[in-house]
């Protein structure tokens, strides 16, 4: 959410914003926004201006009672009612035009920074960089599905029957190498100087709309029925909602966390669930890096942070690029995003593992997130970044280890979360 005094003072800037994301149906809410806090402004004035004459000619009435002019008094008493009548009016306006400013600035999106390239979807993201040598094979690698089943190691079927698309049972080896990953992701960050947290998987719906975009809310997140309460889609949106509303000592800051979860997701789009593969699911577990600092470092944390997930997939045999998101393809609440993505030599293309964004002081503003700083209080800016995701980034962690047997390499760096195993291998 941008600050309304945007709109006040510089509407047009929020408008080409909003062209620049292709979202021309918005530009109305700015005039819209902008009328309804001149209105709302007007009332307060009137409301101050009748409480300060009803506190002035109140006085008059104990003189004029002392001196005996009853029937003054009387009058002015009226006087004092009716004035009090007008301000429980102001008093009723208020809230209600407050909320009908606060729905259209929800939906207003976040003004992004001038390095972002425009463009209208994803189609139009922009490769920045290659990391890593791609291995080169002589032979042909099969679905990830096949290698997991080859190994006794993931079982589609019962889940289907369980639960439906989407869900999964892990066994074995893949599924001590899906517990590894995320342990040595963990500790990774840890070692980086991130403090390490398991948040609640479960959170309200105040702290939903504080975190993400409407149209994000709808196709991601699970509703508890007969409850106020969503199943997290990822980390971060229980670990921002942590500082909901409280006042942190800018002495502290920047706040470095790392956050393990489960994450659940409708997956509602385009792309739908495939019935044989991990790829887009309905559940998931993830490691995920958040940090919150003084507007002034946020950008350099944005370049660390994606930085950390390049050098994580490097150190496990993972060719990757890094992609800027256009315009058209920023979430309403981020400022700048870039997606990570491992090279697949089975596709011979890169895919999506991590996604890293500075979302500025939109969530902040929206969950009154501040920070007591020596001139007062400000808000801090937000950002986020997946470390890993498996069982998605298992895709490209088996097709880059696999072996011409059927055996999968263990990298060195993951050899003492598996026990010391430097193979997975056929039974």
Sequence with gaps: MIDIKLIRENPDLVKDNIRKKFQED????????????????????????????????????????????????????????????????????EPLLEEEIRKRMLVIPNIIDESVPIGVDDSQNVEIEQFGTKREFTYEIPYHTDIMESLDGLDLDSARKTSGNGFYYLTGDIARLHSAILAYARDYMVNKGFTYCVPPFMIRSEVVTGVMSFKEMENMMYKIEGEDLYLIGTSEHSMIGRFIDTINDEAKLPLTLTSYSPCFRKEVGAHGIEERGVYRIHQFEKQEMIVICKPEDSMNWYNRMWRYSVDLFLSLNIPVRTLECCSGDLADLKVKSCDVEAWSPRQQKYFEVCSCSNLGDAQSRRLKIRVKGENGNYLPHTLNNTVVAPPRMLIAFLENNYNEDGSIDIPEALQPYMGGQKKIVRK
């Design 26 to 93: 918005k530009l109305v809410l700015v005039d819209e926004v902008k009328k309804l806090d001149e209105d709302y402004r007007a009332l307060r004035t009137t409301a101050d201006e009748l409480r300060s004459k009803r506190n002035s000619i109140s006085k008059q009435i104990g003189a004029l009672m002392g001196q005996g002019k009853k029937e003054e008094a009387e009058q002015i008493k009226a006087e004092v009612k009716e004035i009090g009548n007008k301000i429980e009016e102001c008093e009723q306006q």
